[in-house]
Protein backbone atom coordinates (compact mmCIF):
# COMPACT_ATOMS: atom_id res chain seq x y z
CA UNK A 1 0.00 0.00 0.00
CA UNK A 2 0.99 3.64 -0.61
CA UNK A 3 0.71 7.03 0.80
CA UNK A 4 1.36 10.22 -0.50
CA UNK A 5 2.24 12.17 2.92
CA UNK A 6 1.04 15.75 1.63
CA UNK A 7 -1.86 15.82 3.48
CA UNK A 8 -2.26 13.79 6.43
CA UNK A 9 -5.04 14.38 9.02
CA UNK A 10 -3.83 15.81 12.41
CA UNK A 11 -3.34 13.71 15.78
CA UNK A 12 -2.52 14.20 18.97
CA UNK A 13 -0.99 12.22 22.02
CA UNK A 14 -4.46 11.89 24.18
CA UNK A 15 -3.59 12.68 27.42
CA UNK A 16 -2.30 9.57 30.18
CA UNK A 17 -0.27 8.24 26.86
CA UNK A 18 3.59 8.81 26.04
CA UNK A 19 5.21 8.38 22.84
CA UNK A 20 8.75 7.47 22.77
CA UNK A 21 11.32 6.98 20.09
CA UNK A 22 13.52 4.27 19.74
CA UNK A 23 16.56 5.03 21.65
CA UNK A 24 19.48 2.16 22.72
CA UNK A 25 17.18 2.80 26.32
CA UNK A 26 14.08 2.13 25.02
CA UNK A 27 14.16 -0.66 22.55
CA UNK A 28 13.79 -3.13 25.12
CA UNK A 29 9.96 -1.84 25.05
CA UNK A 30 9.69 -1.97 20.90
CA UNK A 31 10.69 -5.30 21.31
CA UNK A 32 8.11 -6.37 24.30
CA UNK A 33 5.63 -4.49 22.64
CA UNK A 34 5.95 -6.09 18.98
CA UNK A 35 6.32 -9.72 21.38
CA UNK A 36 2.61 -8.52 22.76
CA UNK A 37 1.39 -7.44 19.71
CA UNK A 38 1.99 -9.93 17.37
CA UNK A 39 2.63 -13.22 19.26
CA UNK A 40 -1.04 -14.25 18.48
CA UNK A 41 -0.38 -14.03 15.04
CA UNK A 42 -0.37 -16.97 12.78
CA UNK A 43 3.37 -17.60 11.88
CA UNK A 44 5.14 -15.73 14.55
CA UNK A 45 9.07 -16.30 14.51
CA UNK A 46 9.46 -16.33 17.85
CA UNK A 47 12.67 -14.35 17.79
CA UNK A 48 14.83 -13.19 20.52
CA UNK A 49 14.94 -9.19 20.71
CA UNK A 50 18.74 -9.46 18.78
CA UNK A 51 17.12 -11.63 16.13
CA UNK A 52 14.20 -8.81 15.91
CA UNK A 53 16.37 -5.89 16.42
CA UNK A 54 18.90 -7.21 13.18
CA UNK A 55 15.59 -7.80 11.21
CA UNK A 56 14.20 -4.39 11.64
CA UNK A 57 17.44 -1.98 11.86
CA UNK A 58 19.10 -1.62 8.76
CA UNK A 59 20.95 1.57 6.42
CA UNK A 60 17.20 3.33 6.01
CA UNK A 61 15.60 2.46 9.35
CA UNK A 62 14.31 6.33 11.18
CA UNK A 63 15.04 5.78 14.81
CA UNK A 64 13.25 9.18 15.61
CA UNK A 65 10.22 8.28 13.32
CA UNK A 66 9.89 4.90 15.43
CA UNK A 67 7.64 4.83 18.37
CA UNK A 68 6.73 3.17 21.14
CA UNK A 69 3.22 4.25 23.70
CA UNK A 70 2.49 3.50 26.98
CA UNK A 71 -0.09 5.05 29.70
CA UNK A 72 1.76 7.06 32.12
CA UNK A 73 1.83 4.10 34.80
CA UNK A 74 3.95 2.40 31.77
CA UNK A 75 1.68 -0.66 30.45
CA UNK A 76 2.39 -0.86 26.61
CA UNK A 77 0.23 -0.17 24.29
CA UNK A 78 1.77 -0.29 20.63
CA UNK A 79 4.63 0.12 18.53
CA UNK A 80 5.62 1.62 14.84
CA UNK A 81 8.99 0.58 13.50
CA UNK A 82 10.21 2.95 10.15
CA UNK A 83 12.15 3.35 8.05
CA UNK A 84 12.72 5.40 4.95
CA UNK A 85 9.63 6.12 3.09
CA UNK A 86 8.39 2.80 4.65
CA UNK A 87 6.36 1.59 7.82
CA UNK A 88 8.07 -1.76 8.31
CA UNK A 89 5.12 -2.54 11.44
CA UNK A 90 2.73 -1.55 13.86
CA UNK A 91 1.52 -3.25 16.47
CA UNK A 92 -1.31 -2.72 18.74
CA UNK A 93 -1.89 -4.94 22.05
CA UNK A 94 -4.65 -7.39 21.83
CA UNK A 95 -6.10 -5.78 24.68
CA UNK A 96 -6.03 -2.09 23.33
CA UNK A 97 -7.24 -2.49 20.00
CA UNK A 98 -9.67 -0.50 18.75
CA UNK A 99 -9.16 1.88 20.80
CA UNK A 100 -7.52 4.18 18.15
CA UNK A 101 -3.86 3.75 19.53
CA UNK A 102 -2.75 2.14 16.07
CA UNK A 103 -3.98 5.18 14.50
CA UNK A 104 -2.26 7.94 16.65
CA UNK A 105 0.72 5.48 16.14
CA UNK A 106 0.69 5.66 12.39
CA UNK A 107 -0.10 9.23 12.01
CA UNK A 108 2.75 10.47 14.44
CA UNK A 109 4.82 8.12 12.50
CA UNK A 110 3.79 9.84 9.56
CA UNK A 111 3.93 13.31 10.83
CA UNK A 112 7.97 12.48 11.44
CA UNK A 113 8.69 10.53 8.17
CA UNK A 114 7.06 13.91 6.31
CA UNK A 115 9.08 15.96 8.22
CA UNK A 116 12.40 13.86 7.50
CA UNK A 117 11.97 15.00 4.15
CA UNK A 118 10.13 11.82 2.88
CA UNK A 119 6.63 12.37 0.38
CA UNK A 120 5.41 9.25 0.48
CA UNK A 121 5.23 5.72 2.11
CA UNK A 122 5.04 2.10 1.11
CA UNK A 123 4.18 -0.39 3.54
CA UNK A 124 3.02 -4.23 3.42
CA UNK A 125 0.03 -6.37 5.37
CA UNK A 126 -0.46 -9.68 5.00
CA UNK A 127 -3.87 -10.37 3.50
CA UNK A 128 -5.04 -12.43 6.95
CA UNK A 129 -5.10 -9.39 8.68
CA UNK A 130 -8.83 -7.00 7.55
CA UNK A 131 -8.28 -5.23 10.35
CA UNK A 132 -4.70 -3.87 9.56
CA UNK A 133 -6.10 -3.46 6.23
CA UNK A 134 -8.66 -1.83 7.46
CA UNK A 135 -6.77 1.12 9.85
CA UNK A 136 -4.53 2.00 6.45
CA UNK A 137 -7.49 2.74 3.97
CA UNK A 138 -9.43 4.59 6.14
CA UNK A 139 -5.75 6.71 6.75
CA UNK A 140 -5.77 7.14 2.55
CA UNK A 141 -3.19 4.31 1.87
CA UNK A 142 -4.05 2.47 -1.48
CA UNK A 143 -3.24 -1.04 -2.55
CA UNK A 144 -0.25 -0.58 -5.52
CA UNK A 145 0.21 -4.12 -5.87
CA UNK A 146 0.16 -7.85 -4.32
CA UNK A 147 2.76 -10.01 -3.49
CA UNK A 148 2.45 -13.80 -4.41
CA UNK A 149 4.43 -14.49 -0.99
CA UNK A 150 5.04 -11.91 1.89
CA UNK A 151 6.81 -12.99 4.89
Do not use: K
Amino acid sequence: MRLDLHALPPTAIPAGITVQPWEEDTRHLFFQAYQRSFADRPGFPGWSQQQWIDWTVDDAFRPHCSLVARRHDGDLLGFVTCAQGFLIQIGTLPARRGQGIGRMLALAALERLRAAGDTHVLLDINVNNPASAALFSGLGFTPIARRARYE
